[in-house]
C-alpha cells in the first residue's frame, strides 16, 4: 500500500514568513495529489487539487508542486488566519490516503 | 447551497453496529464520487470508503468487512454501515464529495462524532 508521509510535522513561522510543506508518496502517483487546510475543530478545507491547481476561492499565496513521488505545498506571505494543520492527501487507485499531517504556528 | 448533514453517531459499545447519513442538498449524489473520512480524537485525517458515480465501493485496509458505504438515490442521501465497531472507530465521521474534475473532497459535512466504548 503506498504510504504518504509529511515533513516537518510542525513548525512556527512569522507574519509574512514563505514556509514549505513536503509529502513523500512511497510509490509513483504522478499528480493525483491534494492538499488541505484544517482549523481547530472544523472540516477540512481543500487549498490545491491535481498537486499544483488552486480550488476555487482559495488566496494565491498558496501554491502546490511537484510530480511522481515528492510534492510541496508553499505560503507566501504568512497570515495570522493561515494558522491550522495541513494534509496532503493521494488520489490514486481509488485509494484516498492521507499524509499525518503538518501543524502551522503563526508566531 | 451546496451542502452536506450528518447524522447517526453516537455512543455505541464494542461489537455494536451503527449507521451514518449524509444527506446532500444543491447536487446530486449519484452523480459524484462521494466518500467518507474520520478522524480520532487528537488524531489525524483518515479515508475510510468511497463510492463512485457507477457504485463501485472502496475501503481502507482498517474497516474493510466491516463497514458498507452506499446511496439512495431518491434521498440524496449517502450512508455509511459500521459493524463489528472497535474503540479504535471512536472518531468525528465526515462525508465529502468528490467532482471527477477535481478527484478531490471539496465539500465536507460538518462531521458526527461515534464513540465506541462500554
Known amino acids: 500500500d503506498i504510504q504518504m508521509t509529511q515533513s516537518p510535522s510542525s513548525l512556527s513561522a512569522s507574519v509574512g514568513d514563505r514556509v514549505t510543506i513536503t509529502c513523500r508518496a512511497s510509490?509513483?502517483?504522478?499528480?493525483?495529489l491534494n492538499w488541505y487546510q484544517q482549523k481547530s475543530g472544523k472540516a477540512p478545507k481543500l487549498l490545491i487539487y491535481?498537486?499544483?491547481s488552486l480550488q476555487s476561492g482559495v488566496p494565491s499565496r498558496f501554491s502546490g508542486s511537484g510530480s511522481g513521488t515528492e510534492f510541496s505545498l508553499t505560503i507566501s506571505d504568512l497570515q495570522p488566519e493561515d494558522s491550522a494543520t495541513y494534509y496532503c492527501q493521494r488520489s490514486s487507485s481509488s485509494l484516498y490516503t492521507f499524509g499525518q499531517g503538518t501543524k502551522l504556528e503563526i508566531k | 447551497e451546496v451542502q452536506l448533514v450528518e447524522t447517526g453517531g453516537g455512543l455505541i459499545q464494542p461489537g455494536g453496529s451503527l449507521r451514518l447519513s449524509c444527506a446532500a442538498s444543491?447536487?446530486?449524489?449519484?452523480?459524484?464520487?462521494m466518500g467518507w473520512v474520520r478522524q480520532a480524537p487528537g488524531k489525524g485525517l483518515e479515508w475510510v470508503s468511497l463510492i463512485y458515480s457507477g457504485g463501485s465501493t472502496y475501503y481502507a485496509d482498517s474497516v474493510k468487512g466491516r463497514f458498507t458505504i452506499s446511496r439512495d438515490n431518491s434521498e440524496n442521501t449517502l450512508y455509511l454501515e459500521m459493524n463489528s465497531l472497535r474503540a479504535e472507530d471512536t472518531a468525528v465521521y465526515y462525508c465529502?464529495?468528490?467532482?471527477?474534475?477535481?478527484?478531490?473532497?471539496?465539500?465536507w459535512g460538518q462531521g458526527t462524532m461515534v464513540t465506541v466504548s462500554s
Open positions: 465529502a464529495r468528490v467532482p471527477l474534475v477535481l478527484d478531490a473532497f471539496d465539500i
Open positions: 510509490q509513483m502517483i504522478n499528480k493525483y
Open positions: 491535481a498537486a499544483s
Open positions: 444543491g447536487f446530486t449524489v449519484s452523480s459524484f464520487y
